[in-house]
C-alpha cells in the first residue's frame, strides 16, 4: 500500500512538472528555440505569488489570476524585443545558437538579479493548504499536490482549447508546422512567435502559484525546474504537448520511487545519467520519429 | 606587417615584468586568474568556437583535473605536475566517452547533453564520500596539503603561479593559432559551419570534432590541477558547477568566439571587473558579476553577435574606407 501511494504521489507531481514544462515545450514547437531561461521566469511567479500572498493575504491559488497576464505581457514583451530580432539575423544560419545563447544569458541575469534583490533566504508563506492531507481509503494525498493536479488538468484543457477551437490557436499550429507556408497563407508569423512566447511564459504564472504552497522561494528555485523540465520535454519529444504530459509523469514517479529506495539525492544524479543516455540513444524523445 | 607583430607582443612584455613592478599580491593574483580564465577560454574555444556547437559544461573537465590531481596528491603525494597529466588524460578519456555519441547531437540537444553530464557528475562527487582508498569528503571539498616546494606545484611567492600561468597562456594562444590555420582547423571551422557540405567534400566531421574535444578536455583539466595548486581547495559547487561553465561560454562570446584574440580580451575585459568587485563588495552584493555577464551576452547576442572582435573588424573596415 505504501508503494501505491508513493506512485500516485510520484504521478501527481509529475503532472506538475509537466505544467512547467509545457510552456517549455509550446515554445520549442512552434518557434523552435529552447528558452534555457524558463526556469528563471519560473521563479520570477514564485515571487511574484509569495509577495501577493503574503502582503496583500489573497488565496493562493486565486493569486494566478495577476501573474498570467503579467507573465504573458513579459514574455510576449520579452520575445518582441531581443528574440525575433535575433530569429531574423540568423535566418540562414543552418545551426543557430545566437538564440540559445541570449536566453541563456537571460538565465544568469535574471537568476542572480533576484539574489542581488531579494537574497539568498529561503522564503515560504503559510497557506490553508499545505500540510494538508486527503484520505482516500488507504491512500493519502497532500492536498496542494491534489489541487495543482487539478489545476493543471483545466490548464490543459484551456490550452488544448486555445490551439485547436480557435483561429488564433490555428494560425499558432500553422506556424509550427511549417512558418514558410504559414506566411504564404497570410499569418503574421513573427506576431505569432510572440503570442506564443506569451502564452508559454504565462502557463509558468499558473505554476508559480501551484508550487508555492510545496517548495521554497529562492533566486535558484527555477534551477531545479529548469533541468528538470529540459529532461521532461525531450523525453517526451520536443514539441509535443502530450508527450510533456507523459515525460513528466514518468519522472515524477522515477523520482518518488527513487527517493523511497535509493534516496532524493541520489535518484537526481541517476535521472541526469539516464538522460544523457537517452539523449544518445533516442533524441527525438520516447514517441518521436527519426527525422533524416 | 611588422608593426603588427610588436603590437602583438607588447602585453605580454608588459605582463612580463608586472610582478616586477608591482608587488601588490592582489594585482598579482587578479591577473593571474584573469589568464586562468583566458587559457581556460582558450581550450572552450577549439570546440564552442570552431566546431559549430555550444558546450555548456565544461567545468566537468576542469573539475576532473583538479580532483584527479588533488587525490592523487593528497592520498599518494604524487606530485601534481605528474598528476596533471593523468587528470588531463583521465578527462580527455571522459570526454571521449560523453563525447562521441553526445557530438552528433545538433544544436541545442548538445548544449542539453552537456549540461546533464555536468550536473550528474557534480551530483555523483557531492554524494560520495570515498571511492577506495581515496577519500573525495563529498560536498564538503578537498583541501591541499599547504608546501612550498616548486616540484610539488607549490609556492608561497603568489609569481609563481602569475609565470606558469603566462607561459601556459603564451604557448596556448601560439599553439590555437597554429592548429586553427593548419589543415585541421581550416577543415574543423568547414564542418561547424555547413557539416553537410564538409562531409560532402570528404571531411570526418564526427573524427574531427571529437578529436578537438580530446585537446580541449586535456587543456582543461590541466587548468583545473592548475586552480587546485593555486587555491589549495576544491569543492563540487565551485569547480564543478555551471556557473563556471556558463561564464567560460560567456567570455568567449562577448570577446568574439572562433576567434583566439577575442577569448583572451573577453577575459581581460570581463575577469578584472568581476574579481575586483569581489575583492571590495565582498558579499554585499552577490551575483553583481553574473548580473553584469547576463546582461553583457543578451545585449551582445542581439546587437553584436560576433563579440568584440566584430565590432573592431567593423571599426577598421569603417577606419580604412573613411580615411
Same mark, same amino acid.
Not at chain 1, 514547437?29 to 500572498?53: P, Q, T
Not at chain 2, 601588490?24 to 568556437?49: D, F
Not at chain 2, 578527462?91 to 540537444?109: D, M
Not at chain 2, 609556492?155 to 585541421?184: C, M, N, P, T, V
Given at each position: 500500500?505504501?508503494?501505491?501511494?508513493?506512485?500516485?504521489?510520484? *504521478?501527481?507531481?509529475?503532472?506538475?512538472?509537466?505544467?512547467?514544462?509545457?510552456?517549455?515545450?509550446?515554445?520549442? &514547437?512552434?518557434?523552435?528555440?529552447?528558452? !534555457?531561461?524558463? &526556469?528563471?521566469?519560473?521563479?520570477?511567479?514564485?515571487?511574484?505569488?509569495?509577495?501577493? +500572498?503574503?502582503?496583500?493575504?489573497?488565496?493562493?491559488?486565486?493569486?494566478?489570476?495577476?501573474?498570467?497576464?503579467?507573465? *504573458?505581457?513579459?514574455?510576449?514583451?520579452?520575445?518582441?524585443?531581443?528574440?525575433?530580432?535575433?530569429?531574423?539575423?540568423?535566418? %540562414? +544560419?543552418?545551426?543557430?545558437?545566437?538564440?540559445?545563447?541570449?536566453?541563456?544569458?537571460?538565465?544568469?541575469?535574471?537568476?542572480?538579479?533576484?539574489?542581488?534583490?531579494?537574497?539568498?533566504?529561503?522564503?515560504?508563506?503559510?497557506?490553508?493548504?499545505? %500540510?494538508?492531507?486527503?484520505?482516500?481509503?488507504?491512500?493519502?494525498?497532500?492536498?496542494?499536490?491534489?489541487?495543482?493536479?487539478?489545476?493543471?488538468?483545466?490548464?490543459?484543457? !484551456?490550452?488544448?482549447?486555445?490551439?485547436?477551437?480557435?483561429?488564433?490557436?490555428?494560425?499558432?499550429?500553422?506556424?509550427?508546422?511549417?512558418?514558410?507556408?504559414?506566411?504564404?497563407?497570410?499569418?503574421? +508569423?513573427?506576431?505569432?512567435?510572440?503570442?506564443?512566447?506569451?502564452?508559454?511564459?504565462?502557463?509558468?504564472?499558473?505554476? %508559480?502559484?501551484?508550487?508555492?504552497?510545496?517548495?521554497?522561494?529562492?533566486?535558484?528555485?527555477?534551477?531545479?525546474?529548469?533541468?528538470?523540465?529540459?529532461?521532461?520535454?525531450?523525453?517526451? &519529444?520536443? %514539441?509535443?504537448?502530450?508527450?510533456?504530459?507523459?515525460?513528466?509523469?514518468?519522472?515524477?514517479?522515477?523520482?518518488?520511487?527513487?527517493?523511497?529506495?535509493?534516496?532524493?539525492?541520489?535518484?537526481?544524479?541517476?535521472?541526469?545519467?539516464?538522460?544523457?543516455?537517452?539523449?544518445?540513444?533516442?533524441?527525438?524523445?520516447?514517441?518521436?520519429?527519426?527525422?533524416? | 606587417?611588422?608593426?603588427? @607583430?610588436?603590437?602583438?607582443?607588447?602585453?605580454?612584455? $608588459?605582463?612580463?615584468?608586472?610582478?616586477?613592478?608591482?608587488?601588490?599580491?592582489?594585482?598579482?593574483?587578479?591577473?593571474?586568474?584573469?589568464?586562468?580564465?583566458?587559457?581556460?577560454?582558450?581550450?572552450?574555444?577549439?570546440? /564552442? /568556437?570552431?566546431?559549430?556547437?555550444?558546450?555548456? #559544461?565544461?567545468?566537468? @573537465?576542469?573539475?576532473?583535473?583538479?580532483?584527479?590531481?588533488?587525490?592523487?596528491?593528497?592520498?599518494?603525494?604524487?606530485?601534481?605536475?605528474?598528476?596533471?597529466?593523468?587528470?588531463?588524460?583521465?578527462?580527455?578519456?571522459?570526454?571521449?566517452?560523453?563525447?562521441?555519441?553526445?557530438?552528433?547531437?545538433?544544436?541545442?540537444?548538445?548544449?542539453?547533453?552537456?549540461?546533464?553530464?555536468?550536473?550528474?557528475?557534480?551530483?555523483?562527487?557531492?554524494?560520495?564520500?570515498?571511492? /577506495?582508498?581515496?577519500?573525495?569528503? #563529498?560536498?564538503? #571539498?578537498?583541501?591541499?596539503?599547504?608546501?612550498?616546494?616548486?616540484?610539488?606545484?607549490?609556492?608561497?611567492?603568489?609569481?609563481?603561479?602569475? @609565470?606558469?600561468?603566462?607561459?601556459?597562456?603564451?604557448?596556448?594562444?601560439? #599553439?590555437?593559432?597554429? =592548429?586553427?590555420?593548419?589543415?585541421?582547423?581550416?577543415?574543423? $571551422?568547414?564542418?561547424?559551419?555547413?557539416?553537410?557540405?564538409?562531409?560532402?567534400?570528404?571531411?570526418?566531421?564526427?573524427?574531427?570534432?571529437?578529436?578537438?574535444?580530446?585537446?580541449?578536455?586535456?587543456?582543461?583539466?590541466?587548468?583545473?590541477?592548475?586552480?587546485?595548486?593555486?587555491?589549495?581547495?576544491? =569543492?563540487?559547487?565551485?569547480?564543478?558547477?555551471?556557473?563556471?561553465?556558463?561564464?567560460?561560454?560567456?567570455?568567449?562570446?562577448? /570577446?568574439?568566439?572562433?576567434?583566439?584574440?577575442?577569448?583572451?580580451?573577453?577575459?581581460?575585459?570581463?575577469?578584472?571587473?568581476?574579481?575586483?568587485?569581489? =575583492?571590495?563588495?565582498?558579499?554585499?552584493?552577490?551575483?553583481?558579476?553574473?548580473?553584469?555577464?547576463?546582461?553583457?551576452?543578451?545585449?551582445?547576442?542581439?546587437?553584436?553577435?560576433?563579440?568584440?572582435?566584430?565590432?573592431?573588424?567593423?571599426?577598421?573596415?569603417?577606419?580604412?574606407?573613411?580615411?
Amino acid at each position: 500500500m505504501e508503494i501505491a501511494n508513493i506512485v500516485l504521489d510520484g *504521478f501527481l507531481m509529475g503532472t506538475i512538472y509537466a505544467l512547467v514544462a509545457l510552456g517549455l515545450t509550446l515554445i520549442f &514547437g512552434i518557434i523552435k528555440i529552447i528558452n !534555457f531561461a524558463h &526556469g528563471s521566469f519560473l521563479m520570477l511567479s514564485m515571487y511574484v505569488a509569495y509577495w501577493l +500572498v503574503k502582503s496583500i493575504g489573497v488565496d493562493v491559488y486565486w493569486s494566478i489570476l495577476i501573474p498570467v497576464p503579467v507573465m *504573458f505581457l513579459i514574455g510576449y514583451g520579452l520575445n518582441h524585443t531581443l528574440i525575433v530580432p535575433v530569429l531574423k539575423k540568423e535566418k %540562414g +544560419v543552418r545551426e543557430p545558437l545566437s538564440v540559445l545563447l541570449l536566453t541563456a544569458g537571460l538565465w544568469t541575469f535574471m537568476d542572480n538579479i533576484a539574489l542581488m534583490l531579494f537574497g539568498p533566504y529561503f522564503r515560504s508563506v503559510q497557506t490553508p493548504y499545505s %500540510g494538508k492531507m486527503i484520505r482516500l481509503g488507504m491512500l493519502s494525498l497532500r492536498l496542494p499536490l491534489c489541487v495543482g493536479f487539478l489545476i493543471t488538468i483545466a490548464t490543459a484543457l !484551456f490550452l488544448y482549447c486555445l490551439l485547436y477551437k480557435t483561429k488564433l490557436g490555428r494560425a499558432i499550429r500553422a506556424t509550427g508546422q511549417d512558418r514558410e507556408a504559414a506566411f504564404e497563407v497570410g499569418v503574421d +508569423v513573427y506576431r505569432i512567435y510572440d503570442v506564443s512566447f506569451g502564452i508559454g511564459i504565462a502557463i509558468l504564472g499558473v505554476a %508559480g502559484a501551484v508550487l508555492l504552497p510545496m517548495f521554497y522561494v529562492h533566486p535558484t528555485s527555477g534551477v531545479v525546474f529548469d533541468i528538470r523540465a529540459f529532461i521532461i520535454v525531450v523525453l517526451g &519529444g520536443l %514539441g509535443s504537448i502530450p508527450g510533456a504530459f507523459a515525460g513528466g509523469i514518468l519522472i515524477g514517479v522515477i523520482e518518488a520511487l527513487g527517493s523511497f529506495w535509493i534516496g532524493s539525492t541520489w535518484i537526481q544524479a541517476w535521472i541526469n545519467i539516464l538522460f544523457v543516455l537517452f539523449l544518445f540513444f533516442r533524441p527525438m524523445g520516447l514517441f518521436g520519429i527519426e527525422r533524416g | 606587417m611588422n608593426y603588427v @607583430y610588436w603590437i602583438m607582443i607588447l602585453p605580454f612584455v $608588459v605582463l612580463g615584468v608586472t610582478p616586477l613592478a608591482f608587488k601588490s599580491v592582489i594585482v598579482l593574483q587578479v591577473l593571474t586568474t584573469v589568464m586562468w580564465y583566458a587559457c581556460l577560454v582558450l581550450s572552450w574555444n577549439l570546440v /564552442g /568556437g570552431y566546431a559549430g556547437v555550444l558546450p555548456l #559544461g565544461h567545468a566537468a @573537465y576542469v573539475g576532473i583535473g583538479a580532483y584527479i590531481s588533488s587525490l592523487l596528491f593528497i592520498h599518494h603525494n604524487i606530485s601534481p605536475w605528474f598528476g596533471m597529466l593523468i587528470g588531463g588524460a583521465t578527462a580527455s578519456l571522459f570526454a571521449f566517452v560523453i563525447g562521441y555519441p553526445s557530438l552528433r547531437l545538433r544544436g541545442p540537444y548538445y548544449a542539453l547533453a552537456s549540461i546533464a553530464t555536468l550536473e550528474a557528475l557534480r551530483m555523483v562527487t557531492e554524494n560520495v564520500d570515498q571511492i /577506495g582508498p581515496w577519500s573525495i569528503r #563529498g560536498a564538503r #571539498g578537498l583541501l591541499l596539503p599547504l608546501g612550498n616546494k616548486w616540484w610539488l606545484m607549490q609556492s608561497q611567492d603568489k609569481a609563481f603561479f602569475y @609565470y606558469f600561468i603566462l607561459a601556459f597562456l603564451i604557448l596556448l594562444i601560439l #599553439g590555437e593559432y597554429r =592548429f586553427r590555420y593548419s589543415r585541421w582547423g581550416y577543415q574543423l $571551422v568547414a564542418a561547424g559551419q555547413n557539416e553537410d557540405a564538409a562531409r560532402a567534400l570528404g571531411v570526418s566531421v564526427a573524427n574531427l570534432k571529437v578529436h578537438a574535444l580530446l585537446v580541449s578536455a586535456f587543456l582543461s583539466a590541466m587548468l583545473g590541477t592548475f586552480y587546485a595548486q593555486f587555491v589549495l581547495y576544491i =569543492f563540487p559547487q565551485g569547480i564543478l558547477s555551471l556557473t563556471l561553465s556558463f561564464e567560460i561560454a560567456y567570455i568567449a562570446i562577448v /570577446g568574439g568566439k572562433g576567434t583566439i584574440l577575442g577569448p583572451v580580451l573577453g577575459a581581460f575585459l570581463l575577469v578584472p571587473a568581476s574579481e575586483i568587485s569581489r =575583492f571590495y563588495l565582498g558579499g554585499r552584493l552577490l551575483g553583481l558579476n553574473l548580473v553584469v555577464y547576463g546582461l553583457m551576452i543578451v545585449i551582445f547576442m542581439r546587437y553584436l553577435p560576433g563579440g568584440l572582435m566584430e565590432l573592431g573588424s567593423k571599426l577598421v573596415r569603417r577606419f580604412k574606407n573613411g580615411g
